[in-house]
């Protein structure tokens, strides 16, 4: 039992936390899953489509890389505003915002009548991307009783990295079948039925108050409504401008120095902001900096190993989008049968061991994919490195997530879900524009299997060196102790991590 905070002659109000076993428990976590599967379908699918896509609008490698970037630039850009909001003005809410959004955005996906239309609907759906993000997980910081949370975040964990897997699959199906336009229909299928069950079963929660707390307190005023917005689009511009700079490389040196000029000018606005949209004092907790480290060296690194992969299998190997979507199976089980024990065992043994063990053996795998080539076999060849990929990938989803979460207050889990989801979108989304330009893959490489294949032999190291950099920083930064479960640290007005409803609202916070 979690007692709320009690303003001024009010006694507190008793506010249960959500365990797994109940029923309202099992039917948030099923919102949540179902909520993360859309954005994991929406970015996964369009991988296998991109030759279709590619060939039926005539487009070059560019306007390839646009129709992925354009959805991670918008979901990088602006998941801080997104976790913010949640945080502010309840995250069921932004979070059934955001479902609904995707799915909107989906629909034009699939009727877009030229590359231009597709891209832009593709950064429509990372704005709905960007509001139900960070909501999804701190939706289970802030409902789950602790002892229950790191075995939530498992299970979430697992089955978004199902939602992760089967999406090539099924895309590869959809697009060798009725075409490439349904792989966008997809994600509109589990929007569907994560609104109601949102509507009816997730608990609202505002900063660190639960829905009766903030009805019984009045937790309402102007400090709801105060956002960040030149902090957020100074943050977008940067990434937009930087991604430019790197897909279009022969004409972004001027873009590359006003991207870095908008960089610089995003970190003076969050230095000098009374309200800064990431805190800069959230930084100051070595283990959430050494976590976001880790982050960006893991998903720039699988970012750009699945961006090419998915076409490796197709353009090299001669495999049909439904066979590269099948290929990526065997991650699949091993999320499954095992993600949901892995966040609780490094709540057991400590962060620092699974998170310098996964990305190594993840590195392992890329490197075994260097066998993947003309005439490969999958059992000899593709399937050893996809299980090796997997393990690894066992091994360092949940923990990474439990880890984030525990160094962290609970009020600010959607803000730290936000930056930790902006560091992974923006690190896929850099890998995705510059790996090309870094292994010499020019506008034309995905119409030639030789020129492609010397490519991705040249990009496999490359992403492979950035998961051992990731496995270095966890073993160097990251405490060896054993994380214990999570309790709200007590705030004082203007200190660390200060809560943004709660330090308005309420001169104390009770501890659980």
Same mark, same amino acid.
């Given at each position: 039992m979690k007692h709320s905070p009690a303003t001024d002659g009010a006694a507190p109000v008793p506010v249960p936390l959500?365990?797994?076993?109940?029923?309202?428990?099992?039917?948030?976590?099923?919102?949540?899953?179902?909520?993360?599967?859309?954005?994991?379908?929406?970015?996964? *699918?369009?991988?296998? %489509?991109?030759?279709?896509?590619?060939?039926?609008?005539?487009?070059?490698?560019?306007?390839?890389?646009?129709?992925?970037?354009?959805?991670?630039? &918008?979901? &990088?850009?602006?998941?801080?505003?997104?976790?913010s909001l949640g945080d502010r003005l309840g995250r069921r809410r932004v979070f059934v915002v955001g479902v609904v959004w995707f799915a909107v955005a989906s629909l034009l996906c699939a009727l877009a009548p030229n590359a231009g239309t597709l891209i832009a609907a593709r950064a429509l759906q990372g704005v709905g991307g960007a509001l139900l993000t960070p909501g999804s997980l701190a939706i289970i910081e802030a409902s789950f009783h602790p002892d229950d949370r790191?075995?939530?975040?498992?299970?979430?964990?697992?089955?978004?990295?199902?939602?992760?897997?089967?999406?090539?699959?099924?895309?590869?199906?959809? *697009?060798?079948? !009725?075409?490439?336009?349904?792989?966008?229909?997809?994600?509109?299928?589990?929007?569907?039925?994560?609104?109601p069950v949102a509507l009816n079963h997730v608990p609202e929660s505002v900063g660190g108050l639960r829905e009766d707390t903030v009805v019984a307190t009045g937790a309402a005023g102007r400090g709801r409504w105060a956002f960040d917005v030149p902090g957020a689009v100074l943050g977008a511009l940067a990434?937009?401008?930087t991604t430019y700079a790197l897909t279009a490389a022969r004409h972004g040196g001027p873009v590359a120095v006003a991207a870095a000029v908008g960089g610089a000018a995003f970190l003076h606005v969050e230095r000098r902001s009374a309200d800064p949209m990431m805190p800069p004092a959230i930084f100051s907790s070595r283990q959430f900096t050494a976590i976001n480290l880790i982050t960006l060296c893991v998903y720039a690194s699988t970012g750009g190993f699945y961006f090419l992969a998915a076409l490796q299998l197709q353009i090299v190997v001669g495999y049909s989008a439904?066979?590269?979507?099948?290929?990526?199976? !065997?991650?699949?089980?091993?999320?499954?049968?095992?993600?949901?024990?892995?966040?609780?065992?490094?709540?057991?043994?400590?962060?620092?061991?699974?998170?310098?063990?996964? !990305?190594?053996?993840?590195?392992?795998?890329?490197?075994?994919?260097?066998?993947?080539? !003309?005439? %490969?076999?999958?059992? &000899?060849? *593709?399937?050893?490195?996809?299980?090796?990929?997997?393990?690894?990938?066992?091994?360092?989803?949940?923990?990474?997530?439990?880890?984030?979460?525990?160094?962290?207050?609970?009020?600010?889990?959607?803000?730290?879900?936000?930056?930790?989801?902006?560091?992974?979108?923006?690190?896929?989304?850099?890998?995705?524009?510059?790996?090309?330009?870094? *292994?010499?893959?020019?506008?034309?490489?995905?119409?030639?299997?030789?020129?492609?294949?010397?490519?991705?032999?040249? %990009?496999?190291?490359?992403?492979?060196?950035?998961?051992?950099?990731?496995?270095?920083? %966890?073993?160097?930064?990251?405490?060896?102790t054993t994380a214990a479960p999570h309790r709200p640290q007590r705030w004082a007005h203007g200190g660390l991590l200060e809560p943004p409803l709660v330090s308005r609202f309420t001169h104390h916070r009770s501890a659980e």
């Open positions: 959500l365990r797994i076993a109940s029923a309202r428990g099992r039917w948030t976590l099923l919102a949540t899953v179902l909520g993360s599967s859309v954005v994991l379908l929406g970015s996964t *699918v369009t991988n296998v %489509a991109l030759p279709r896509i590619g060939r039926d609008f005539g487009a070059d490698l560019a306007v390839l890389q646009w129709t992925v970037n354009a959805y991670m630039l &918008a979901l &990088a850009g602006l998941i801080l505003l997104g976790g790191p075995r939530a975040i498992g299970l979430w964990s697992g089955f978004g990295g199902i939602a992760a897997a089967l999406g090539p699959f099924l895309g590869g199906w959809l *697009v060798d079948g !009725p075409g490439w336009r349904w792989t966008f229909v997809l994600s509109i299928v589990p929007a569907l039925l994560c609104v990434l937009a401008l439904l066979a590269a979507g099948a290929a990526m199976l !065997p991650t699949t089980v091993l999320m499954l049968l095992f993600s949901s024990g892995s966040g609780v065992l490094a709540q057991r043994l400590g962060p620092r061991l699974p998170l310098t063990l996964g !990305p190594l053996v993840c590195s392992a795998g890329m490197l075994m994919m260097l066998r993947v080539g !003309p005439g %490969a076999s999958y059992p &000899a060849d *593709v399937l050893p490195a996809l299980v090796v990929m997997g393990t690894g990938m066992v091994v360092l989803v949940a923990p990474l997530t439990v880890t984030l979460l525990s160094s962290v207050d609970a009020s600010n889990a959607g803000l730290a879900s936000g930056i930790n989801n902006a560091a992974a979108r923006a690190a896929g989304l850099m890998a995705v524009a510059a790996l090309p330009l870094l *292994v010499g893959m020019g506008p034309d490489a995905y119409r030639s299997g030789a020129a492609f294949d010397a490519s991705f032999r040249r %990009a496999m190291p490359l992403c492979a060196g950035l998961l051992a950099v990731g496995a270095a920083l %966890a073993f160097a930064l990251l405490r060896q």
